[in-house]
Structure formats: C-alpha cells, structure tokens
C-alpha cells in the first residue's frame, strides 16, 4: 500500500521569503504522478503543482517548484518569494491507478 | 463553468441518526471520488464511480455507509446510523478521463460533519 508523509504540522515564513515543504512516499509502483494541493482558509483544495514520477525534470509553476527525488522517495514543495495568499493547509498526494493517497498536510502561515 | 458543489457545508447530528450528504461534479466529469479527513489525520480515499458504477470502494469505513450515483450524475453519501468517529470532513472530487494519463481531480468544498 501506497503512503505519503509529511513530517511538518505547521510552517511559518516570513513574507516575500522562501519556505520549503516536505514530502516522503512509499510505494513499489514505477508510474504513478505526485501532487501538491493547497487549501486555504474555508475554502477549495485547488491542485499547486504536479509532477510524473517518469520526468526526471522537476516540476515549476511561477513560484513554486517541486524537488523530486525518486530514489529517496521525496517530494518537497519549494515556495518562493511568499505572498500573504499562500496562507493555507498544504497536502501532498501520491497517485498510481486512480485514488489519491494524501499526506497529513502542513498548515503554512505568512507572516507580513 | 461551475465547479463541484457539496451540500450540506455543514452538518451537525446525534450519534444514531442518519444524514445525506450530497455532490454535484463538473458537468461531464465521468468519475466522481469521495474522500474524508478526520481531525487532524491525513485525507483517505471512500470510494469511486466511474459514471455510476462503483469502481472503487476499498476505502468504505464499514456498511453504515452507503453510496450512489444513479443516473451518473450526483452522488449521494448516506451514514446510517451515524457514529461519533464518523465525524469530519468529507470531500468529493471529480475528473474527466480515467485512463493513467494525467487527469487533474477537481474539489469540492467538503461537508464538515459533526456527531454529538
């Protein structure tokens, strides 16, 4: 069975800094895709990033960028210059065939 | 385009009734996923439809909870009869292909329930 760790409750960072997130996964599948969803206060989890385990290449997406590394199984979520709307529980998930399996999430507060 | 919607946002009911909670996905979307997230743990996977057979449903707790999708539209997710561990917040997603291609699941708000 698939599991996915997240080893920080609660992150804080300073605004307009850089906060990184981490991730470990467990699994014995070679094609599976990893993801990191943010979800705000009383609000919506909307997909951040995503990255295919077969691309070597990591993932960007403006700010945030995803440190893969397949071998150690890690994941991490790498934010840059953070803004107040970044404020959010931060998920990471693992997928193979269809379900998503999640980590416990990391809550990220912006201090101004 | 509307998103996916959930109803009730929130739900608050004593140990042994039964409450509905319900999901509309994204237009078109053939498969619909439900989730839960206990207080504090990680968000695990309920079940799957793909239209409205059931794919998927390792992830049912136990028989007190029952899951529809007639008509492969909404979806419906019953608790009978509810139990206080049966509390938090429960998601429901829906994408459009089911193939291992990349297909991005989209959420919706969650229902909080909470049972007294």
């Known amino acids: 069975a698939q599991t996915v760790t997240q080893s920080q409750p609660e992150m804080s960072v300073q605004e307009a800094e850089t906060v990184t997130l981490s991730c470990t996964y467990d699994t014995s599948e070679s094609d599976y895709y990893l993801f990191w969803y943010k979800q705000p206060p009383s609000r919506q989890m909307i997909l951040v990033i995503r990255?295919?385990?077969?691309?070597?290449q990591n993932a960007t997406e403006n700010r945030f960028s995803v440190n893969f590394q397949k071998a150690a199984k890690s994941f991490s979520l790498k934010i840059s210059d953070s803004q107040l709307g970044d404020a959010a529980m931060y998920f990471c998930a693992f997928r193979g065939a269809q379900k998503l399996v999640f980590g416990q999430g990391t809550r990220l507060t912006i201090n101004p | 385009e509307a998103g996916v919607t959930q109803f009730p946002s929130h739900s608050v009911i004593e140990k042994g009734q039964t409450v509905t909670l319900r999901c509309d996905p994204i237009s078109g979307h053939d498969n619909l996923y439900w989730y839960r997230r206990v207080m504090g743990k990680e968000i695990k996977f309920l079940l799957h439809?793909?239209?409205?057979?059931?794919?998927?449903e390792s992830g049912m707790p136990n028989n007190r909870f029952l899951a529809e999708r007639t008509g492969g539209t909404y979806s419906t997710l019953k608790v009978q009869p509810a139990e206080l561990e049966d509390s938090g917040v429960y998601f429901c997603?829906?994408?459009?292909?089911?193939?291992?291609?990349?297909?991005?699941?989209?959420f919706g708000p969650g229902t909080r329930l909470t049972v007294l």
């Open positions: 990255q295919e385990a077969y691309k070597q």
């Open positions: 997603a829906s994408s459009q292909t089911r193939d291992r291609a990349y297909n991005e699941q989209f």
């Open positions: 439809f793909v239209k409205e057979s059931k794919q998927d």
